[in-house]
């Protein structure tokens, strides 16, 4: 188990991809790629997955080993947080060392930024982009 601060360090740590290759992110794809800190110490592995029915659904995952969920995005859909209280999308899910991430928050900048890139339009115009997201 991590401490909510060793999540949140490991999260902002900066990333490369360990792999040579393209995230696939047409409707259907879920995969994950392997990525490590930038001094090699630390692997992690992002994953993506769309919707095959809905092209807005999209969930974006950062995993650190191969089960530590750091952080999750939901780009549609409720979530009901342990206190009863429901949040719509998107949503984040940020890792609490009491609970992983069964929590879910919409942070300030989340909703606005979706407003500005469109899901089906862009989703994620690269790698690069995609772990700035997740780190965020």
Known sequence: MLFRWQADQLRRMPKVYSLSLTVDLSPGASDDHPVESDDGTEHFLPDVSR????????R???RYGRDLVLVRLC????????????????????????SGTKWGD???GVIEAFE????????????????DRLAS
């Open 51 to 58: 919707g095959t029915r809905n092209p807005l659904k999209a």
């Open 116 to 131: 500005r890139y469109s899901v089906t339009a862009r989703a994620w115009s690269s790698r690069e982009e995609l772990l």
């Open 60 to 62: 974006c995952q950062l």
């Open 106 to 108: 919409v942070p300030a």
């Open 75 to 98: 780009t549609t859909g409720k979530h009901g947080n342990p206190d009863g209280v429901q949040i719509g999308a998107p949503h984040l899910h940020l890792y609490r060392e009491s």
